[in-house]
C-alpha cells in the first residue's frame, strides 16, 4: 500500500454496506477491495453481521478496526474470535445485557468486563477501543456529564483508548455544530482518544489540531502551524 496519508483530516475511514435485503457480505467485501485502490489509510468495518466481517477482513491485508461489540454475551463471543483471528482492533460499547449503564462506575465494570473477555480469547487491551457512549442531552440533560465522567474513570483506571460518536449528543438540538465542537474539546480533556465524526467539518478539525496542541502532543506546534498554512493556501488558491 502507498504511504499513509489522511483523508479529510481522518485517520481511519468508517466503511458500512449494511442495505436491508443485499447480500453484505460481498458488499462489504467488495466495498473494501474499491475503498483500498483510492485511500491508503486505516479502515473500520462497521458491521453487525459476522460473515460480512468476516468477508472484509479476509481481504485486508492491515490491522483493521471492527466497529463493534457490545458486553452482550452473544455479541462478544461472535465478535472477539473474529478480532482474535485477524488481528483487528474492535470498539467495545458500553452496552450489556442489561442495557445501557446509568453511572460513570457501571460504565466502568462494563468496560473491565470487555476488556477481561477479550483478553481470553486473546486480544490484548490495546487492540480494545472503549466507547462509552455518548447519548442526546435532549432527552436527559444529564447525559453528556455522566459520558464525561465516564471518560475520566475508565482512563483513569484502565488507561484504554477510547471513543465517542461525538455527533450523538445534539440530536433534536439547533445549532448542533457548537455543541458537537464543545463536547468533542471536552471529551478530549477528559481522555477521549478517538471519535466518529465529519472530519471534513472544519471545525473539527482545527478543534482536534488546538486540543492535541495545548494537551502538549505537537511538539514545537508544528502540525497547528502546518495545517495553517495550509487553510491559509486554500484559501488563497480559492480567491
Same mark, same amino acid.
Given at each position: 500500500?502507498?504511504a499513509?496519508?489522511?483523508?479529510?483530516g481522518a485517520?481511519?475511514?468508517?466503511i458500512?454496506?449494511?442495505?436491508?435485503g443485499?447480500?453484505?457480505?460481498?458488499?462489504? +467485501?467488495?466495498?473494501a477491495?474499491?475503498v483500498? &485502490?483510492?485511500?491508503?489509510i486505516?479502515l473500520?468495518?462497521?458491521?453487525?453481521?459476522?460473515?460480512?466481517?468476516?468477508a472484509a477482513l &479476509?481481504?485486508y491485508p492491515?490491522q483493521?478496526l471492527?466497529n463493534?461489540? $457490545?458486553?452482550?454475551e452473544k455479541?462478544?463471543? $461472535?465478535?472477539?474470535?473474529?478480532?482474535?483471528?485477524?488481528?483487528?482492533a474492535v470498539?467495545?460499547?458500553?452496552?450489556?445485557?442489561?442495557?445501557?449503564?446509568?453511572?460513570?462506575?457501571?460504565?466502568?465494570?462494563?468496560a473491565?468486563?470487555?476488556?477481561? +473477555?477479550?483478553?481470553?480469547?486473546g486480544?490484548?487491551?490495546?487492540?480494545i477501543i472503549i466507547d462509552?457512549?455518548?447519548l442526546?442531552?435532549?432527552?436527559?440533560?444529564?447525559?453528556?456529564?455522566? $459520558?464525561?465522567?465516564?471518560i475520566?474513570?475508565?482512563?483513569?483506571?484502565?488507561?484504554?483508548?477510547?471513543?465517542?460518536?461525538a455527533?450523538?449528543?445534539?440530536?433534536?438540538l439547533?445549532?448542533?455544530k457548537?455543541?458537537?465542537v464543545?463536547y468533542?474539546?471536552?471529551a478530549?480533556s477528559?481522555?477521549l482518544t478517538?471519535?466518529?465524526?465529519d472530519?471534513t467539518?472544519p471545525?473539527?478539525?482545527?478543534?482536534i489540531?488546538?486540543?492535541?496542541l495545548?494537551?502538549?502532543?505537537?511538539?514545537?506546534?508544528?502540525?497547528?502551524?502546518?495545517a495553517f498554512?495550509a487553510?491559509e493556501k486554500?484559501?488563497?488558491?480559492?480567491?
Amino acid at each position: 500500500m502507498p504511504a499513509h496519508k489522511p483523508l479529510a483530516g481522518a485517520q481511519v475511514l468508517d466503511i458500512n454496506a449494511g442495505i436491508p435485503g443485499a447480500d453484505e457480505p460481498a458488499l462489504l +467485501r467488495g466495498a473494501a477491495q474499491a475503498v483500498m &485502490e483510492v485511500v491508503d489509510i486505516p479502515l473500520c468495518f462497521d458491521s453487525a453481521n459476522p460473515n460480512a466481517l468476516a468477508a472484509a477482513l &479476509e481481504v485486508y491485508p492491515g490491522q483493521a478496526l471492527i466497529n463493534s461489540t $457490545t458486553a452482550e454475551e452473544k455479541m462478544m463471543d $461472535t465478535v472477539l474470535p473474529l478480532a482474535k483471528q485477524y488481528g483487528a482492533a474492535v470498539i467495545g460499547v458500553i452496552t450489556d445485557d442489561k442495557g445501557v449503564p446509568s453511572t460513570p462506575q457501571e460504565r466502568l465494570k462494563v468496560a473491565e468486563k470487555l476488556i477481561k +473477555r477479550a483478553g481470553d480469547y486473546g486480544v490484548p487491551p490495546e487492540n480494545i477501543i472503549i466507547d462509552p457512549l455518548a447519548l442526546t442531552v435532549s432527552a436527559d440533560h444529564m447525559q453528556a456529564r455522566i $459520558t464525561l465522567d465516564s471518560i475520566s474513570l475508565i482512563q483513569k483506571e484502565l488507561g484504554v483508548n477510547m471513543n465517542l460518536g461525538a455527533s450523538n449528543v445534539s440530536f433534536g438540538l439547533p445549532d448542533r455544530k457548537i455543541i458537537n465542537v464543545a463536547y468533542l474539546a471536552l471529551a478530549i480533556s477528559r481522555g477521549l482518544t478517538t471519535a466518529i465524526t465529519d472530519p471534513t467539518v472544519p471545525e473539527i478539525q482545527t478543534t482536534i489540531l488546538a486540543c492535541d496542541l495545548l494537551m502538549g502532543r505537537d511538539a514545537y506546534s508544528m502540525r497547528w502551524i502546518k495545517a495553517f498554512r495550509a487553510r491559509e493556501k486554500a484559501k488563497a488558491e480559492a480567491a
